[in-house]
């Protein structure tokens, strides 16, 4: 218990360290604007912001919508334990994507023009969309579970009769919004580095999504079972790590094709900057999991399935980091590395993400299935780092 | 129907003595201090290559690409030729900086309230029948004024008229889809800091093609993951009246082998 108080204490003050940061970063943005607080410039006008509060947040968060439709559509009740926390979590990261948008954008306050000044030829018209949209279908499947909370039982009969359209509709735009976060970069031929340019853009990014909320699930899954005390889902989570598997399989096999059919194999081997990154996205993120993931016996271990579940996130997260900055620094004649101000920005928004999670978990009834489910991972089991990532959840949580 | 506007610019004439800069600061009141690059106040300027004057500006584009991605429409494409800006519509999402082949749009990043920047092709004198005010200022004529359809072929016939002072090319001609804005030069355009590499047919197309199927995948998609919830939901159903049916019978009289499966 001392034990407890004590990283439970320590966890707390990086928490308020972050936040506190986060707050005087916030003020120095509005007050000062982006040229100010930023590494921003004409030359590289998207950072961290977008590459990562953005395009990783939303395509994080794809387990939503996967999860979702394996329970409701493809009627695989068993997965109902993860649902709830899997949907919490797509809520709260979409949130967090519209509250990182409102650093980025020049002009916050203007940004509810996108829902009366239309242009539907613009990508990024259709991204607020769906983003938008798709966010009020997450508020609404997750809403029975404040609503039972608080015994409405009547909405939540109203709430059931729709849900199967509700959750139709929200993977139908998960769909159109994950795949247009690709296609944000089918505009620039000539500025994204050809590893990364390819007409598929919008199905690799779909595909990856996939992938990356399904090691999402897994990662969450874990640090909540430590947060929490509770049991973990061990048979789930691997059948969710096999969609994993498959969705990298499909997903390393359409970039291989891509870049054959581009003629653009022999990149692979160029010896600059953008290979190396290339390559550390796809052994990272694609390749070790893939092989890894694929044995049964890997995916039984907790400690496996865990790891490999980071891998596949890290990896989708220099992915989408290496469209956003590494494949554009040669066409900009620039690099760029983000502010302070930037970075705790990104920080702050994470944690309080984190403390959300935590207190809604905690007050609301997410968790519903609990202990008759597998066995709880041992309690030594892990690595140094791992024991970390627990202390984590189990406070700043 | 408007004759569209624009601008040829004969690098071979151009003496780089700013006066095109001078007279669209004045025009825009803009500061008038002399700027060597494109900036939120300069919204052309003259680069030197080896003694030849470039002068970059926004390329008023055909079919412009900052149009295309502006989320909520803050860019028109005028008929006149000029592509200008709203900044009471602009949220600031920086897509058109991050789109323009030509890397034109500036934004205003020390602002708290920012602005895109960018030459207007000066859209309100051109509504009054006016020339743009660089080209007005222009001594020697290195920027020259006029209906693109006259200015082109004068650009074709002055290259076909000296084959040896001018290269055989006329950048703007084609460049994703064509601009208003026309070059002659007698050096490649690649050395002068030109993107050479681009595409001649318009970039808008290439995110149209993936928005235009949308439609598709939300009725294919609507209907394909409704019928496997169909499905799914309707054998399950099955399976439960069959157990169900199958423990009446057994109740009943004990022979649940005849159900069969
Ligand atoms: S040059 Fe750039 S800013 Fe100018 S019209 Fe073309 S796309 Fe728009
Ligand atoms: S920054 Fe403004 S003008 Fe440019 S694309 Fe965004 S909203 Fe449109
Ligand atoms: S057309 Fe007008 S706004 Fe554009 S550079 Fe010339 S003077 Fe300036």
Known sequence: ?397 | MLKKKALLIDLTLCVGCNSCQIACKEANKLPAEEEKVLSPTAYTALQEYDGVYVRRMCQHCDDPTCVSVCPVGAFTKTQEGPVVYDADKCIGCRYCIQACPFQVPRYEWSSTYPRIRKCVFCHDRLKQGLPTACSEACPTGATKFGDRDDLLKEALERIAAEPGKYIPKVYGQKEVGGTSILYVSSVPFENLGFQTKLQTTPLPALTWNALSKIPGVVSVGGVLLFGIYWITNRRQEVREYEAKLRETKTSSNGHSSTLGQ
């Open chain 1, 1 to 397: 218990m001392k034990k407890f108080l004590s990283t439970f204490g320590f966890w707390k003050i990086v928490a308020v360290v972050f936040i506190t940061a986060g707050m005087y970063s916030a003020y120095v943005r509005f007050a000062y604007g982006l040229g100010a607080s930023t590494h921003l410039s004409d030359q590289f006008p998207w950072g961290i912001w977008i590459g990562f509060d953005i395009l990783c947040g939303v395509g994080l968060a794809a387990g939503g919508f996967t999860v979702a439709a394996i329970v409701h559509i493809f009627n695989l009740k068993r997965f109902e334990p993860i649902i709830r926390p899997t949907i919490l979590t797509a809520f709260l990261g979409y949130i967090l994507v519209i509250v990182g948008l409102m650093f980025d954008l020049g002009r916050p306050l203007q940004v509810w023009h996108a829902i009366i000044m239309w242009n539907p030829r613009s990508v990024m018209f259709e991204v607020a969309w769906c983003v938008m949209l798709y966010t009020t279908v997450l508020a609404l499947e997750f809403s029975p579970v404040v609503l039972e909370k608080f015994k409405m039982t009547k909405t939540i009969k109203v709430l059931k009769r729709i849900s199967i359209p509700l959750i139709i509709t929200g993977v139908l735009l998960s769909t159109l919004h994950q795949s247009s976060l690709g296609s944000m970069y089918l505009i620039v031929p000539e500025k994204l580095y050809p590893l990364w340019y390819s007409a598929y853009l919008p199905i690799f990014f779909y595909v990856s999504a996939i992938a990356a909320g399904c090691a999402m699930v897994i990662f969450e899954s874990f640090l909540s079972s430590r947060a929490f005390n509770r049991g973990i889902e061990m048979h789930l989570l691997n059948e969710i790590a096999r969609v994993c598997v498959v969705m990298l399989a499909v997903y390393a096999m359409m970039k291989f094709v891509d870049l054959k059919d581009r003629d653009a194999l022999s990149l692979l081997f160029v010896p600059r900057f953008e290979t190396y990154m290339y390559w550390l996205e796809i052994i990272v993120g694609v390749i070790i999991p893939l092989v890894l993931l694929s044995q049964e016996k890997i995916r039984q271990n907790p400690n496996g399935l865990f790891i490999n579940a980071v891998l596949v996130v890290l990896g989708f997260i220099i992915n989408r980091m290496n469209i956003t900055i590494t494949g554009l620094e040669a066409w900009a004649g620039t690099s760029y590395f983000p502010s302070l101000i930037e970075f705790s920005i990104t920080m702050a928004i994470i944690t309080v993400g984190f403390i959300a999670f935590y207190y809604i978990a905690k007050f609301f009834p997410v968790f519903t299935f609990e202990e008759h489910h597998e066995s709880k991972v041992p309690a030594h089991a892990g690595v140094v780092w791992q024991q970390d990532i627990e202390k984590v959840s189990k406070v700043i949580v």
